[in-house]
């Protein structure tokens, strides 16, 4: 599910449940991501490994070209292998530019089908959708009068001195009154520290910018065909990811730092969603001519060596070992991604183990989420994971894995997550038996009830979205349509 409003972007990125104590009976943090990663490993190997499979390919070939007929047939051998097993991405945003789909724009943000049924419902006069497509270019207009943003804008360089480096400070962190200096920070969870939005030395809210404004741009230029729209995305997806002098590094190494306790936290990788987001929505600029082959090479270049680090670098493997909203949103930017670099094998391997590994374990036999009830923000964060949930299902859909009809072994899937909260949605609404210590936006629940709507054909999911008039304009009406 792509994102659908500006302001809810920065909502959830420090929010990881407690971790049990480390001691004899509990494993720590690091131990618990080599544990629980077993599921992905092998898979995980053969992709970070891709790049030493062709070049043991390309050395035997050269060989081959020598004269040497045993290495020749060994070559073959290879090729064949690689072929089927490696499956190398293709060097384009979104097909090679040679294949019969180089012309079919695609998002996986959206359910399949919804933006080629939203776009010629609006052909055809369908004043349903005029409003949701008001709003949309409206958004794309203001973002034309967005620079493209950059890591290197940032006043204060990240411990390695490189200000291509991500960096940003982790919200619930605050300043410690009874230490010298206030450090280390300490965690006040819920509670953000206005220093994590500070421009100066925070990349988060450019990360944010920089995916939202992709996104928008890159819907406008579906919808509408006009030009200026591909154009600036293009230029924002050049600065921050191929310009020398403004692409980021590809690595969150030091994103979500704490003050005086760490450099940079797994946690920090959250942010990096906002990273599949912009990928994702460059697939809809397919047919314009904004985004040249080198820069399709170029953002593929980049974007291998960004999965390679987050496939392999110990702070992604312990995200992936988050049993909360953090590893849901983990698995939904790998899975994206995947299928962005056309490595659909390795998204459907993922999104059959999310079954049991972020399904079966987040959701209680009630429908409850109780690693997201621990918080304080409680009803915040279950919106949250279950949004994760719904994206891991669409993604689903795109890759032929169905999580909307997984239950475990007590019945608990995602429509019961969602028939849990829905009665502190509804109007009028349950009143929620749980922390929650500020005002939760009920329209923000809104796309998760449209998403099940059409999943599970259930109206009664769709009679609460029409409860709310404003849902008219939100994006998700071209997004998942009925």
Not at 184 to 193: A, I, L, Q, T, W
Not at 281 to 295: N, Q, R, W
Not at 404 to 427: H, K, S
């Amino acid at each position: 599910m792509a994102e659908r409003s500006q302001h809810r972007a920065s909502e959830g990125l420090e929010g990881r449940s407690k971790r049990p104590a480390t001691g004899t009976g509990s494993p720590s943090p690091r131990e618990r991501a080599r544990i629980t990663c077993e599921p992905y490993e092998a898979e995980q190997e053969r992709f970070v490994n891709l790049d030493l499979v062709m070049d043991l390919f390309q050395t035997r070939a050269v060989s081959a070209r020598r004269g040497k007929p045993l290495i020749r047939a060994i070559a073959m051998l290879l090729a064949a292998w690689a072929a089927t097993v490696a499956c190398v991405p293709r060097e384009a945003i979104a097909a090679d530019d040679d294949s019969t789909s180089a012309k079919v724009p695609r998002f996986y943000g959206a359910k399949p089908g919804s933006l080629l049924k939203a776009r010629g419902r609006i052909a055809t006069g369908d004043k349903s959708l005029q409003r949701a497509l008001k709003n949309l270019v409206a958004t794309a207009d203001e973002a034309l009068e967005v620079a493209p943003p950059s890591v290197t804008e940032k006043e204060q360089a990240p411990p390695s001195g490189d200000r291509h480096d991500y960096m940003s400070l982790a919200p619930y962190f605050w300043p410690d009154p009874t230490k010298p200096g206030g450090r280390p920070y300490v965690r006040r969870d819920g509670e953000r520290n206005p220093e994590s939005r500070d421009p100066r030395a925070n990349d988060g809210p450019r990360i944010a910018k920089m995916g939202n404004s992709i996104e928008s741009l890159s819907l406008a230029y579906f919808f509408t065909g006009d030009e200026k729209y591909a154009t600036h995305a293009a230029e924002m997806a050049r600065v921050w990811f191929i310009a020398p002098a403004t692409r980021m590094n590809p690595n969150f190494t030091y994103a979500q730092a704490v003050p005086g306790k760490a450099d940079g936290r797994p946690e920090g990788i959250l942010e990096a969603r906002h990273i599949a987001v912009a990928i994702d929505s460059l697939g809809l600029l397919v047919d314009s001519k904004e985004l040249s082959d080198a820069d399709r090479k170029a953002i593929v270049a980049w974007l291998r060596d960004y999965v390679r680090w987050l496939l392999a670098s110990p702070a992604g493997r312990e995200e992936q070992a988050a049993d909360n909203n953090h590893g849901t949103y983990y698995d939904v930017q790998v899975v994206r991604l995947a299928l962005c670099l056309d490595r659909k094998d390795y998204a459907r391997r993922i999104l059959v183990a999310a079954k049991k590994r972020r399904i079966a374990a987040q959701i209680a036999s009630d429908g409850s989420q109780p690693h997201e009830l621990k918080r304080t923000k409680s009803l915040s964060y279950s919106r949250f994971n279950l949004e994760a949930l719904c994206e891991l299902a669409t993604l689903g859909e795109h890759a032929g894995v169905d999580l909307w009809g997984y239950a475990g072994p007590d019945g608990a899937g995602i429509r019961r997550g969602i028939e849990f909260i829905a009665p502190y949605v509804d109007e009028p609404a349950k009143k929620w038996p749980h922390e929650q210590i500020d005002e939760v936006k009920k329209e923000d629940f809104l796309p998760i009830l449209r998403c099940a709507a059409l999943a599970y054909k259930a109206p009664e999911f769709e009679a609460i979205v029409e409860k709310y008039p404003a849902a008219r304009a939100d994006r998700f009406q071209l997004l998942f349509v009925p």
